[in-house]
Protein backbone atom coordinates (compact mmCIF):
# COMPACT_ATOMS: atom_id res chain seq x y z
CA UNK A 1 0.00 0.00 0.00
CA UNK A 2 1.49 3.17 -0.85
CA UNK A 3 -0.37 6.40 0.43
CA UNK A 4 -0.49 10.05 -0.63
CA UNK A 5 -0.88 12.42 2.44
CA UNK A 6 -1.44 15.88 2.24
CA UNK A 7 -0.08 18.47 4.36
CA UNK A 8 -1.22 21.95 3.98
CA UNK A 9 -1.82 25.11 6.58
CA UNK A 10 -2.16 28.50 6.28
CA UNK A 11 1.56 29.83 6.11
CA UNK A 12 3.04 27.34 3.56
CA UNK A 13 2.79 25.72 0.47
CA UNK A 14 0.75 22.23 0.29
CA UNK A 15 3.03 19.10 0.11
CA UNK A 16 2.55 15.47 -0.19
CA UNK A 17 4.59 12.80 2.45
CA UNK A 18 4.07 9.57 0.26
CA UNK A 19 4.28 6.50 2.54
CA UNK A 20 5.33 2.71 1.47
CA UNK A 21 7.16 0.07 0.61
CA UNK A 22 9.82 0.16 -2.28
CA UNK A 23 9.71 3.86 -2.66
CA UNK A 24 13.42 4.37 -2.75
CA UNK A 25 13.90 2.90 -6.13
CA UNK A 26 10.94 5.01 -7.44
CA UNK A 27 12.40 8.41 -5.83
CA UNK A 28 13.62 9.70 -9.28
CA UNK A 29 9.90 9.56 -10.56
CA UNK A 30 7.97 11.12 -7.66
CA UNK A 31 10.36 13.85 -7.48
CA UNK A 32 10.94 14.43 -11.38
CA UNK A 33 7.84 16.76 -11.58
CA UNK A 34 9.66 19.05 -8.69
CA UNK A 35 13.10 19.28 -10.39
CA UNK A 36 14.05 22.30 -12.63
CA UNK A 37 17.91 22.01 -12.47
CA UNK A 38 20.31 19.47 -10.77
CA UNK A 39 19.66 17.43 -7.30
CA UNK A 40 22.31 16.89 -4.37
CA UNK A 41 21.24 14.05 -2.06
CA UNK A 42 23.03 15.10 1.22
CA UNK A 43 22.87 12.02 3.91
CA UNK A 44 25.19 10.95 6.29
CA UNK A 45 28.17 8.13 5.38
CA UNK A 46 25.85 5.18 7.26
CA UNK A 47 22.94 5.71 5.04
CA UNK A 48 24.97 7.06 1.96
CA UNK A 49 26.37 3.49 2.10
CA UNK A 50 23.69 1.61 2.99
CA UNK A 51 20.68 3.54 0.44
CA UNK A 52 22.82 5.90 -1.44
CA UNK A 53 23.62 3.63 -4.33
CA UNK A 54 20.21 3.11 -4.87
CA UNK A 55 18.80 6.66 -4.43
CA UNK A 56 21.00 7.86 -6.92
CA UNK A 57 20.25 4.87 -9.07
CA UNK A 58 16.47 5.83 -8.86
CA UNK A 59 17.60 9.62 -9.47
CA UNK A 60 19.62 8.39 -12.86
CA UNK A 61 16.75 5.84 -14.30
CA UNK A 62 14.29 9.36 -14.53
CA UNK A 63 16.87 11.29 -16.10
CA UNK A 64 17.38 13.68 -12.92
CA UNK A 65 20.76 14.77 -11.74
CA UNK A 66 21.80 13.66 -8.96
CA UNK A 67 25.12 13.84 -6.73
CA UNK A 68 25.90 12.90 -3.24
CA UNK A 69 27.23 15.09 -0.25
CA UNK A 70 28.12 12.77 2.97
CA UNK A 71 28.12 14.01 6.59
CA UNK A 72 29.35 12.37 9.81
CA UNK A 73 26.70 10.28 11.16
CA UNK A 74 24.99 11.37 14.85
CA UNK A 75 23.92 14.54 16.68
CA UNK A 76 27.32 16.17 16.40
CA UNK A 77 27.05 17.15 12.76
CA UNK A 78 24.20 19.72 13.84
CA UNK A 79 26.81 22.13 14.29
CA UNK A 80 27.66 25.54 12.56
CA UNK A 81 30.76 23.67 11.78
CA UNK A 82 28.97 21.23 9.67
CA UNK A 83 26.23 23.83 8.14
CA UNK A 84 29.47 25.98 7.02
CA UNK A 85 30.93 22.85 5.27
CA UNK A 86 27.88 22.02 3.93
CA UNK A 87 27.11 25.39 2.50
CA UNK A 88 30.66 25.84 1.25
CA UNK A 89 30.19 22.38 -0.56
CA UNK A 90 26.75 23.16 -2.10
CA UNK A 91 28.51 26.55 -3.66
CA UNK A 92 31.56 24.94 -4.87
CA UNK A 93 29.00 22.98 -6.74
CA UNK A 94 27.40 25.90 -8.09
CA UNK A 95 23.59 24.92 -7.01
CA UNK A 96 21.95 27.94 -7.77
CA UNK A 97 17.64 28.32 -6.72
CA UNK A 98 16.71 26.70 -9.02
CA UNK A 99 18.04 23.31 -8.05
CA UNK A 100 16.68 20.69 -5.08
CA UNK A 101 18.17 19.25 -2.31
CA UNK A 102 17.69 16.21 -0.89
CA UNK A 103 17.77 15.25 2.41
CA UNK A 104 18.68 11.60 2.83
CA UNK A 105 19.00 10.05 6.51
CA UNK A 106 17.47 10.31 9.96
CA UNK A 107 16.59 13.46 12.02
CA UNK A 108 20.11 14.37 12.02
CA UNK A 109 20.45 14.83 8.40
CA UNK A 110 16.77 15.97 7.86
CA UNK A 111 17.81 18.89 10.22
CA UNK A 112 20.86 19.87 9.12
CA UNK A 113 20.03 19.86 5.15
CA UNK A 114 16.85 21.10 5.75
CA UNK A 115 18.25 24.52 7.29
CA UNK A 116 20.89 24.47 4.76
CA UNK A 117 18.28 24.23 2.37
CA UNK A 118 16.76 27.55 3.85
CA UNK A 119 20.13 29.31 4.31
CA UNK A 120 20.99 28.76 0.83
CA UNK A 121 20.60 31.60 -1.58
CA UNK A 122 17.66 32.51 1.05
CA UNK A 123 15.85 29.39 0.48
CA UNK A 124 15.89 26.15 -1.90
CA UNK A 125 13.51 23.68 -2.35
CA UNK A 126 13.97 20.72 -0.17
CA UNK A 127 12.50 16.92 -0.23
CA UNK A 128 12.67 15.20 2.28
CA UNK A 129 13.47 11.23 2.69
CA UNK A 130 13.38 9.95 6.17
CA UNK A 131 15.63 6.70 6.92
CA UNK A 132 14.63 6.56 10.50
CA UNK A 133 11.02 5.35 12.03
CA UNK A 134 11.63 9.01 14.08
CA UNK A 135 12.27 10.75 11.24
CA UNK A 136 9.67 9.19 9.35
CA UNK A 137 6.65 10.37 11.96
CA UNK A 138 8.14 13.63 13.34
CA UNK A 139 10.98 15.12 12.26
CA UNK A 140 10.89 15.48 8.18
CA UNK A 141 7.01 16.61 8.14
CA UNK A 142 6.09 20.08 9.35
CA UNK A 143 9.17 22.36 8.32
CA UNK A 144 10.94 22.37 12.14
CA UNK A 145 15.03 22.56 11.46
CA UNK A 146 18.12 23.22 13.54
CA UNK A 147 21.22 22.98 14.43
CA UNK A 148 22.76 22.37 18.07
CA UNK A 149 25.04 25.20 20.07
CA UNK A 150 26.90 24.36 22.97
CA UNK A 151 24.27 26.43 25.17
CA UNK A 152 21.58 23.82 23.54
CA UNK A 153 19.99 21.64 21.41
CA UNK A 154 18.20 23.04 18.84
CA UNK A 155 18.52 26.65 19.31
CA UNK A 156 19.45 28.13 15.83
CA UNK A 157 17.16 27.13 13.16
CA UNK A 158 14.46 28.25 10.37
CA UNK A 159 11.41 27.02 9.79
CA UNK A 160 11.66 25.49 6.17
CA UNK A 161 8.54 22.80 4.65
CA UNK A 162 10.00 20.32 2.16
CA UNK A 163 8.18 20.13 -1.08
CA UNK A 164 7.59 16.55 -0.74
CA UNK A 165 8.22 13.90 1.93
CA UNK A 166 8.91 10.07 0.58
CA UNK A 167 9.05 7.66 3.65
CA UNK A 168 10.15 4.53 2.53
CA UNK A 169 9.35 1.58 5.12
CA UNK A 170 11.73 -0.93 3.63
CA UNK A 171 14.69 1.29 4.42
CA UNK A 172 13.99 0.84 8.31
CA UNK A 173 14.92 -2.86 7.65
CA UNK A 174 18.50 -1.88 7.94
CA UNK A 175 17.65 -0.06 11.34
CA UNK A 176 19.10 -0.97 14.49
CA UNK A 177 16.39 -2.63 16.83
CA UNK A 178 17.00 -0.22 19.35
CA UNK A 179 16.47 3.25 17.07
CA UNK A 180 13.55 1.48 16.02
CA UNK A 181 12.12 1.14 19.20
CA UNK A 182 13.12 4.79 19.83
CA UNK A 183 11.22 5.79 16.46
CA UNK A 184 8.10 3.94 18.37
CA UNK A 185 7.25 6.23 21.23
CA UNK A 186 7.06 9.07 19.16
CA UNK A 187 4.28 6.62 17.16
CA UNK A 188 2.84 5.81 20.62
CA UNK A 189 2.79 9.94 21.56
CA UNK A 190 0.86 10.62 18.30
CA UNK A 191 -2.09 8.32 19.64
CA UNK A 192 -1.70 9.52 23.40
CA UNK A 193 -1.99 12.93 22.15
CA UNK A 194 -5.42 12.33 19.97
CA UNK A 195 -6.53 8.63 19.21
CA UNK A 196 -7.80 6.28 21.21
CA UNK A 197 -8.23 3.73 18.66
CA UNK A 198 -4.89 4.72 17.37
CA UNK A 199 -3.17 3.54 20.63
CA UNK A 200 -5.50 0.79 20.99
CA UNK A 201 -4.21 -0.96 18.03
CA UNK A 202 -0.46 0.12 18.80
CA UNK A 203 -0.76 -1.42 22.18
CA UNK A 204 -2.47 -5.27 20.63
CA UNK A 205 -2.40 -6.32 16.91
CA UNK A 206 0.49 -3.25 16.13
CA UNK A 207 2.83 -3.42 18.68
CA UNK A 208 4.50 -6.02 16.25
CA UNK A 209 5.45 -2.76 14.25
CA UNK A 210 8.25 -1.68 16.99
CA UNK A 211 9.78 -4.75 15.98
CA UNK A 212 10.04 -4.11 12.29
CA UNK A 213 6.66 -5.91 10.64
CA UNK A 214 6.39 -3.71 7.53
CA UNK A 215 2.46 -3.70 6.98
CA UNK A 216 2.13 -2.88 10.98
CA UNK A 217 5.32 0.16 10.54
CA UNK A 218 3.29 1.14 7.19
CA UNK A 219 0.07 2.11 9.21
CA UNK A 220 1.66 3.03 12.03
CA UNK A 221 3.52 6.04 10.13
CA UNK A 222 0.99 6.65 8.37
CA UNK A 223 -1.64 7.57 11.22
CA UNK A 224 1.08 9.27 12.66
CA UNK A 225 1.77 11.49 9.92
CA UNK A 226 -1.80 12.11 9.54
CA UNK A 227 -1.92 13.49 13.24
CA UNK A 228 1.32 15.55 12.67
CA UNK A 229 0.13 17.20 9.36
CA UNK A 230 -2.96 17.89 11.01
CA UNK A 231 -1.89 19.79 13.86
CA UNK A 232 1.04 21.17 11.69
CA UNK A 233 -1.09 22.50 9.19
CA UNK A 234 -3.68 24.50 12.39
CA UNK A 235 0.07 26.02 14.11
CA UNK A 236 3.00 25.95 12.07
CA UNK A 237 4.50 28.16 14.42
CA UNK A 238 4.30 26.64 17.72
CA UNK A 239 1.75 29.08 19.25
CA UNK A 240 -0.75 26.41 20.70
CA UNK A 241 -2.00 22.70 19.82
CA UNK A 242 1.35 21.91 18.21
CA UNK A 243 2.83 22.29 21.39
CA UNK A 244 0.37 19.24 21.45
CA UNK A 245 3.36 17.15 19.70
CA UNK A 246 5.93 17.61 23.04
CA UNK A 247 3.99 15.05 25.39
CA UNK A 248 6.69 13.12 26.84
CA UNK A 249 9.82 15.89 25.80
CA UNK A 250 9.92 18.23 28.52
CA UNK A 251 10.22 15.22 31.19
CA UNK A 252 12.44 13.69 28.92
CA UNK A 253 14.41 16.50 27.53
CA UNK A 254 15.24 17.39 31.80
CA UNK A 255 16.65 13.21 31.77
CA UNK A 256 18.37 13.43 28.47
CA UNK A 257 20.13 16.82 29.72
CA UNK A 258 21.09 15.21 33.40
CA UNK A 259 22.02 12.47 31.38
CA UNK A 260 24.48 14.59 29.29
CA UNK A 261 22.66 13.30 25.91
CA UNK A 262 24.32 10.26 25.94
CA UNK A 263 22.39 7.92 23.36
CA UNK A 264 24.59 4.62 25.08
CA UNK A 265 22.53 5.53 28.61
CA UNK A 266 19.07 6.40 26.87
CA UNK A 267 18.08 7.71 23.29
CA UNK A 268 16.01 10.61 22.75
CA UNK A 269 12.91 8.09 21.36
CA UNK A 270 14.01 6.09 24.54
CA UNK A 271 13.59 9.55 26.72
CA UNK A 272 10.60 10.40 25.12
CA UNK A 273 8.59 6.99 25.69
CA UNK A 274 9.54 7.81 29.80
CA UNK A 275 8.56 11.00 29.53
CA UNK A 276 4.99 10.30 28.43
CA UNK A 277 4.47 7.59 31.06
CA UNK A 278 5.64 10.00 33.31
CA UNK A 279 3.28 12.97 32.17
CA UNK A 280 0.29 10.42 33.09
CA UNK A 281 1.35 9.29 36.15
CA UNK A 282 1.59 13.12 36.98
CA UNK A 283 -1.80 13.63 35.20
CA UNK A 284 -3.14 10.77 37.46
CA UNK A 285 -1.33 12.19 40.36
CA UNK A 286 -3.11 15.79 40.20
CA UNK A 287 -6.38 13.99 39.80
CA UNK A 288 -6.56 14.85 36.12
CA UNK A 289 -7.11 11.57 34.80
CA UNK A 290 -7.40 7.91 36.16
CA UNK A 291 -4.82 6.13 37.42
CA UNK A 292 -5.48 2.92 35.20
CA UNK A 293 -5.16 5.20 32.29
CA UNK A 294 -1.13 5.74 33.48
CA UNK A 295 -1.52 2.05 34.36
CA UNK A 296 -2.17 1.22 30.56
CA UNK A 297 0.39 3.88 29.09
CA UNK A 298 3.09 2.25 31.24
CA UNK A 299 2.11 -1.05 29.85
CA UNK A 300 2.70 -0.24 26.54
CA UNK A 301 5.56 1.18 26.38
CA UNK A 302 7.18 -1.53 28.43
CA UNK A 303 5.70 -3.56 25.81
CA UNK A 304 8.19 -2.01 23.18
CA UNK A 305 11.33 -2.51 25.06
CA UNK A 306 11.11 0.91 26.06
CA UNK A 307 11.54 2.10 29.64
CA UNK A 308 8.89 3.83 32.08
CA UNK A 309 10.90 4.33 35.09
CA UNK A 310 13.85 6.56 36.09
CA UNK A 311 16.55 3.91 36.15
CA UNK A 312 20.31 4.95 36.88
CA UNK A 313 19.35 5.65 41.10
CA UNK A 314 21.08 8.33 42.65
CA UNK A 315 21.65 10.06 39.40
CA UNK A 316 18.68 12.63 39.36
CA UNK A 317 17.49 15.16 41.87
CA UNK A 318 14.36 16.48 41.77
CA UNK A 319 15.38 20.48 41.99
CA UNK A 320 18.16 19.90 39.12
CA UNK A 321 14.94 18.11 36.61
CA UNK A 322 12.78 21.22 37.75
CA UNK A 323 15.29 23.43 36.61
CA UNK A 324 15.90 21.85 33.56
CA UNK A 325 12.32 21.35 32.94
CA UNK A 326 11.65 25.17 33.56
CA UNK A 327 14.51 26.48 31.38
CA UNK A 328 13.48 24.41 29.10
CA UNK A 329 12.65 26.80 25.59
CA UNK A 330 9.22 25.59 25.67
CA UNK A 331 8.66 27.33 28.82
CA UNK A 332 6.88 30.65 28.67
CA UNK A 333 7.27 33.42 31.12
CA UNK A 334 9.06 31.54 34.10
CA UNK A 335 5.41 29.22 33.99
CA UNK A 336 6.13 25.46 33.94
CA UNK A 337 4.37 24.37 30.67
CA UNK A 338 3.52 20.63 30.25
CA UNK A 339 1.20 18.29 28.25
CA UNK A 340 -0.77 16.40 30.61
CA UNK A 341 -3.58 14.69 29.79
CA UNK A 342 -7.42 13.72 30.88
CA UNK A 343 -7.43 10.27 29.33
CA UNK A 344 -5.38 8.16 26.58
CA UNK A 345 -6.36 10.28 23.32
CA UNK A 346 -6.37 13.85 25.03
CA UNK A 347 -3.70 15.14 25.80
CA UNK A 348 -3.65 18.98 26.81
CA UNK A 349 -1.53 22.18 27.16
CA UNK A 350 -1.36 23.19 30.93
CA UNK A 351 0.60 26.51 31.41
CA UNK A 352 0.51 26.94 35.12
CA UNK A 353 2.18 23.44 36.38
CA UNK A 354 2.71 23.69 40.16
CA UNK A 355 6.23 23.58 41.05
CA UNK A 356 5.80 22.09 44.56
CA UNK A 357 3.94 19.37 43.73
CA UNK A 358 5.93 18.52 40.65
CA UNK A 359 9.10 18.41 43.35
CA UNK A 360 6.94 15.75 45.17
CA UNK A 361 5.93 13.93 42.06
CA UNK A 362 9.58 13.79 41.12
CA UNK A 363 11.12 12.09 44.32
CA UNK A 364 7.78 10.23 43.83
CA UNK A 365 9.47 8.85 41.05
CA UNK A 366 12.97 8.07 42.55
CA UNK A 367 15.07 10.97 42.12
CA UNK A 368 16.60 12.28 44.98
P1 LIG B 1 19.95 10.12 13.43
O1 LIG B 1 19.62 10.95 12.26
O2 LIG B 1 21.21 10.41 14.13
O3 LIG B 1 19.93 8.59 13.01
C1 LIG B 1 20.26 7.61 13.96
C2 LIG B 1 21.35 6.68 13.45
O4 LIG B 1 20.78 5.79 12.52
C3 LIG B 1 22.49 7.37 12.72
O5 LIG B 1 23.69 6.76 13.09
C4 LIG B 1 22.21 7.09 11.25
O6 LIG B 1 23.39 7.03 10.48
C5 LIG B 1 21.54 5.77 11.31
N1 LIG B 1 20.58 5.47 10.25
C6 LIG B 1 19.67 6.32 9.70
N2 LIG B 1 18.89 5.65 8.85
C7 LIG B 1 19.32 4.37 8.84
C8 LIG B 1 18.89 3.19 8.18
N3 LIG B 1 17.82 3.19 7.37
N4 LIG B 1 19.57 2.05 8.41
C9 LIG B 1 20.62 2.03 9.28
N5 LIG B 1 21.05 3.08 9.95
C10 LIG B 1 20.40 4.25 9.74
O7 LIG B 1 18.80 10.18 14.54
P2 LIG B 1 17.21 10.28 14.50
O8 LIG B 1 16.76 9.59 15.72
O9 LIG B 1 16.65 9.89 13.18
O10 LIG B 1 16.96 11.84 14.66
C11 LIG B 1 17.32 12.54 15.82
C12 LIG B 1 17.41 14.00 15.48
O11 LIG B 1 16.14 14.46 15.02
C13 LIG B 1 17.78 14.89 16.67
O12 LIG B 1 18.80 15.75 16.29
C14 LIG B 1 16.50 15.68 16.95
O13 LIG B 1 16.76 16.96 17.45
C15 LIG B 1 15.88 15.74 15.58
N6 LIG B 1 14.43 15.95 15.58
C16 LIG B 1 13.94 16.95 14.81
C17 LIG B 1 12.57 17.17 14.77
C18 LIG B 1 12.01 18.24 13.88
O14 LIG B 1 10.80 18.51 13.93
N7 LIG B 1 12.81 18.85 13.06
C19 LIG B 1 11.70 16.36 15.50
C20 LIG B 1 12.24 15.33 16.27
C21 LIG B 1 13.62 15.13 16.30
Not at 48 to 66: D, E, F
Amino acid sequence: MTATLPVSGGGFEPYDVIVGQGLLSQLGVLIAPLVRGRTVIITDETVASLHGPAALASLQAAGVRGRLLTVPPGENSKSFAELERVIDRLLAFGLDRRDLIIALGGGVVGDLAGLAAALYMRGIDVVQVPTTLLAQVDSSVGGKTAIDTPRGKNLVGAFHQPRMVVADIDVLATLPARQLRSGWAEVLKHGLICDRDFFDWLAGEGAVGAKGDPVALTRAVVRSVEIKSAIVGEDEKEAGRRALLNLGHTFGHAIEAELGFDEDLLTHGEAVALGCAMAFRLSAALGLCAGAEAERVGTAVAAAGLPTRLEHAGVFRAERLLARMAGDKKAEGGRLTLILARAIGDAFVDKAVDSAALIDFLKGEGAA
